[in-house]
C-alpha cells in the first residue's frame, strides 16, 4: 500500500524528520511511507488568515492520489490502541492500494 502523509509546511524540525522516519520502519513491508509537504503560505500581520488556510487546504486536496482512501488525523478523533490501528491497518490494505492522512 502506497500511503502519503500531506501535511502544511517545509523543512521540518529534525525530531519531525526521526518520529517519520520511525514510524515508515514500522510498517508492514508492503507499505510505503511518504512526506508531502505543502508550502505554509506566508503570515503577515494583516493576512486574511481564513483565505491562507483554504489555499492549503486546496492544495492538500489537490495532493490526494485518485482513488486513495483519505483518513483526517485530528486530535478530537477516533482514538485507536495500537492494535486496534494495525488491525484497521490490515483492513484497509485489502480495500485500498493507496491512502492519503
Not at 28 to 35: E, V
Request: some cysteine; hydrophobic content about 45%; glycine content about 6%.
Amino acid at each position: 500500500m502506497h500511503i502519503d502523509l500531506i501535511c502544511v509546511g517545509q523543512k521540518m524540525p529534525s525530531w519531525v524528520e526521526s518520529g517519520f522516519s520511525d514510524y515508515a520502519k514500522r510498517l508492514p513491508s508492503t507499505c510505503s511511507l511518504h512526506l508531502i509537504e505543502i508550502p505554509l503560505r506566508k503570515r503577515t500581520k494583516n493576512a486574511d488568515l481564513a483565505r491562507l488556510q483554504r489555499k492549503e487546504g486546496e492544495q492538500m486536496l489537490a495532493a490526494i492520489a485518485q482513488g486513495a482512501l483519505v483518513v483526517a488525523l485530528d486530535e478530537g478523533g477516533k482514538a485507536f490502541s495500537s492494535i486496534q490501528l494495525a488491525d484497521q491497518l490490515a483492513h484497509w490494505m485489502l480495500a485500498y492500494s493507496k491512502m492519503a492522512l
